[in-house]
């Protein structure tokens, strides 16, 4: 139910709900325009805040031709959930996606005529959105950043993670209201809110720490405008990693204004007129101008550069080149006592029966030794998120199997890369009157995979060899289906030449209205290990070609589709999306 709050700044101001995607019930503010308009700002707050804190802000910067949001952070605010508490930062962009995603589609707007504007742990999460998710939004303005934290404490970060691992907890934040602002009647309006709650769960903060070292790694991948305000005398956070965050970023518009003198909430500042200032000069000039997004069907040049430095060798006289050859003799000696480490040397790291494998996450080898060292190889964090890829790929199909049924169509899948079929193939014993088509251009993957299935009796699969780079095989595909999946494909792949006629062949494959899943690695930490060390199921450097979310998601809609969800792992590696055939 929406009802008036007791304050309104605009000729509306309400009050609202949405659901997470664990059902619970995110509240929002919602300051309406003068007049009907398209253009929207999302407001995001700082750690222990509240949307309420932005009424100021609001009313300052005095927009009456646009719409503002913001919203109470679970377990912040008027949001339910322990206080200062998510399962993870992952859930507070997947959160922060599914809020913007829900009020566009409720007002009629569009991703390209919002701005989003997030104050510090917001800052990193709307970052991490961008970068994550990449919305094709008009521009975002990151306010004092919490890329670092001051914690003052010797060896604090090593400590809080030997305490996570012990389970929930929380610390209490050392900020006093005093070290956040000059002003004394904001001071004393931050230690007097009843809505603030001083309490961060360890997990977050640990989360945030190690999104903010991939985004400081990774910056030059978030290509939307960008407005960035730090506080000259921040007690809170470190400058130095915002600044080394901006001079990485890889928008073509940036601005960068630091305030001498100013605390860490520089929204509640005395002198809080500049920066508001400078925010609605930025998000006018924002709006006026045309879409600066990149056109990235060639390939994003910033991760293109990356696959072309690691497709050449090192010199033989650097360390790095040594360190590599060290890994590669260990594990092709030692390591081998790892049944998982030696199906990758004789079939590829990469290829579908080491998928599988992975999959099946049941550590082997030759003595206790062999299966202890499998069990670390099995935990490598890319093999942890290939798992939780596998799980948010069932989820999303079983999202697309329940809109075909709901519009009267019997459910029929094409995998056109699906080596095994592990995945699909359980989701398949659930759904006995669905049928599906897995193709490979591996013999011994189809093998693999015809074994997986006579296994769980099944009988509504075919296996098929086939080019998933072949346009008019794909095309070819009889019966028609309506549910087609490219999983775990693309990064192997550099061309984008490739992946597009592979788009192609999907897109006359599918018919209109039909579903495409998708997958994408925007980013892995072990990247240029794996390409040094490691093989691919040809025998060659296992060099992948990780794409920019935004890249991959513009050559799925130049061909034909329309992205509707995404899901993410917690570590940022692996995305899966799910997109509508529109044209």
């Given amino acids: 139910m929406t009802m008036m709050t007791d304050q309104p700044i605009s000729p509306v101001s309400a009050e609202d709900t949405f659901a997470a995607g664990d059902g619970t019930k995110v509240f ?3 300051w309406s325009p003068a007049t009907p308009s398209d253009r929207a700002v999302f407001l995001f707050h700082r750690g222990h805040e509240h949307s309420g804190r932005f009424t100021d802000l609001v009313r300052e910067l005095d927009m009456p031709d646009c719409h503002v949001f913001a919203w109470d952070a679970r377990g912040h605010g008027r949001s339910p959930g322990e206080r200062g508490y998510a399962e993870s930062f992952a859930t507070v962009i ?9 009020v566009i589609h409720r007002h009629q707007l569009e991703m390209q005529d919002i701005i989003v504007l997030g104050h510090s742990v917001g800052a990193v999460a709307v970052a991490a959105w961008v970068h994550d998710y990449a919305p094709p939004i008009r521009a975002m303005v990151l306010v004092t950043p919490a890329l670092r934290v001051k914690l003052y404490v010797p060896l604090a970060m090593s400590f809080l993670r030997l305490r996570n691992r012990f389970g929930k907890s929380f610390i209490k934040s050392y900020v006093r209201a005093g070290m956040l602002t000059h002003d004394s009647e904001q001071a ?9 709650s001083r309490n961060i769960a360890t997990n977050i903060l640990l989360d945030m720490y190690d999104t903010a070292t991939r985004l400081l790694d990774d910056a030059g991948a978030i290509r939307v405008p960008a407005l960035m305000l730090s506080a000259g005398a921040d007690w809170v956070v470190k400058n130095s990693a915002q600044q080394r965050f901006f001079d990485r970023l890889g928008s073509v518009v940036k601005e960068q204004t630091t305030y001498d003198g100013f605390y860490h909430a520089i929204l509640h500042e005395k002198d809080l007129g500049k920066p508001i200032a400078k925010i609605r000069e930025f998000i ?23 696959f072309e430095a690691l497709s050449q060798p090192l010199a033989i006289t650097t360390s790095k080149k040594w360190n590599f050859i060290a890994q590669a003799i260990g594990i092709k000696s030692l390591l081998r006592l790892s049944d998982g480490v030696r199906l990758g040397w004789r079939t590829g790291f990469d290829s579908g029966e080491s998928l599988d494998y992975v999959y099946e996450n049941k550590p082997r080898g030759f003595t206790p030794l062999g299966r ?6 099995l935990n490598s964090i890319g093999w942890k998120g290939i798992r939780i890829r596998k ?6 199909l079983k999202e697309a199997i329940r809109r075909t049924r709901a519009a009267g169509h019997a459910v029929r899948v094409l995998d056109i890369a699906g080596g095994g079929g592990r995945y699909l193939l359980e989701l398949l014993k659930e759904e006995p009157e669905a049928t599906a088509i897995i193709r490979d251009r591996s013999e011994t993957a189809l093998t693999t995979g015809r074994a997986n299935a006579k296994r769980l009796r099944l009988s509504n699969v075919t296996f098929a060899e086939g080019d998933a780079f072949d346009t008019e095989s794909l095309a070819a595909v009889s019966p028609e289906p309506n549910i087609g999946i490219a999983s775990g494909l693309y990064e192997l792949f550099g061309d984008n030449a490739m992946v597009r006629a592979s788009l ?15 997958t994408n690695q925007p980013w892995h930490p072990q990247i240029e290990m794996i390409a040094r060390v490691l093989t691919n199921r040809d025998g060659k450097p296992w060099i992948m070609r990780r794409r920019t979310q935004l890249e991959m998601d513009q050559l799925v809609a130049a061909a034909g589709f329309e992205k509707m969800e995404m899901k993410i792992d917690k570590f940022g590696i692996f995305t899966v999306s799910l997109a509508r055939r529109v044209r």
């Fill in 28 to 30: 929002y503010r919602h």
């Fill in 391 to 396: 799980s948010h790929l069932q989820q999303l």
């Fill in 372 to 377: 202890f060292i499998d069990r670390q190889y």
């Fill in 188 to 196: 004393a309006a931050y230690e007097n809110d009843p809505l603030i």
């Fill in 284 to 306: 006018e000039r924002s709006f006026g101008a045309p879409d600066v997004h990149p056109g990235l069907l060639e390939g994003d040049p910033y991760t293109r550069r990356e």
């Fill in 504 to 518: 192609e062949g999907l897109r006359r494959a599918l018919p209109i209205g039909a579903y495409l899943i998708y």
């Fill in 94 to 102: 997947d959160d922060m996606d599914r809020f913007v995603r829900y």
